[in-house]
């Protein structure tokens, strides 16, 4: 399968810890996102980058969010000090250049308790 | 952020009728995409639509791009158990920025 994978697909922290987690999107894919999704409610945007580099970040994405995509293949998305309204799906997704259509993984389910 | 009012927000039907949803907005967007997501899973691309008035069909759904570009419907034929989830559509106002509405939650009775 060569869809958009993510790891985990659950964590549950404990508030204040520090979490990770990992996007491998679609191969040959150059741009990837990252969204956030609460219950009853629709992805919203965290930020985006084409092939290494971070084009654009969210209002939502505070200074305890960092993401990176060092080689531009493979994307972490940390959150450093979580708080109980860090508690959401992380969803990856993978893009190729030049068609509008993204395609998401599975997500990631965090809870901060 | 961008507003996409999507409706209804949840449907009860009998297996077997159709299905019509819709998104609008007041903004004029140049991509709509189409989604399912299943609970726990992500959302999986069902339509992606790219030109004003384009109508297009996967199966059993159609779905149209609003010729003024700022709305787009979703419908599902002969609706079966498995259609069971939330359905999202997805706007693309600018470069690489998607929009989602709230979903729509599809119930079916067998």
Redesign the interface.
């Known amino acids: 399968d060569t869809g958009?994978s993510?790891d985990p697909r659950h964590k549950i922290t404990k508030r204040g810890q520090n979490v990770t987690f990992r996007c491998d999107p679609i191969s040959e894919h150059n741009?990837l996102?990252w969204y956030r999704q609460t219950l009853?409610?629709?992805?919203?945007?965290l930020t985006?980058f084409?092939n290494e580099a971070q084009?654009?970040k969210s209002r939502l994405l505070s200074d305890r969010f960092s993401a990176e995509r060092p080689k531009g293949s493979f994307s972490t998305l940390e959150i450093q000090r979580t708080e109980q309204g860090d508690s959401a799906m992380y969803?990856c997704a993978s893009?190729l250049g030049g068609l509008?259509?993204?395609?998401?993984?599975?997500?990631s389910?965090l809870t901060v308790v | 952020g961008q507003q996409l009012n999507q409706s209804p927000q949840s449907m009860f039907i009998q297996e077997g009728e159709d299905v019509s949803m819709n998104c609008t907005s007041s903004s004029i967007f140049n991509t709509w995409l189409w989604y399912k997501q299943d609970p726990g899973e992500g959302p999986v691309l069902l339509i992606a639509l790219y030109k004003a008035g384009e109508l297009t069909s996967n199966g059993r759904l159609t779905a149209q791009f609003g010729i003024t570009r700022k709305d787009s419907f979703l419908n599902i034929s002969a609706s079966i158990p498995s259609d069971v989830g939330i359905y999202f559509c997805a706007g693309q106002l600018s470069f690489n920025k998607f929009y989602f509405g709230s979903g729509t939650k599809l119930n079916v009775k067998p």
């Open positions: 958009v993510q741009r996102y009853g409610q629709g992805p919203e945007f985006y084409q084009l654009e969803l893009s509008d259509t993204i395609y998401f993984g599975e997500g389910w």
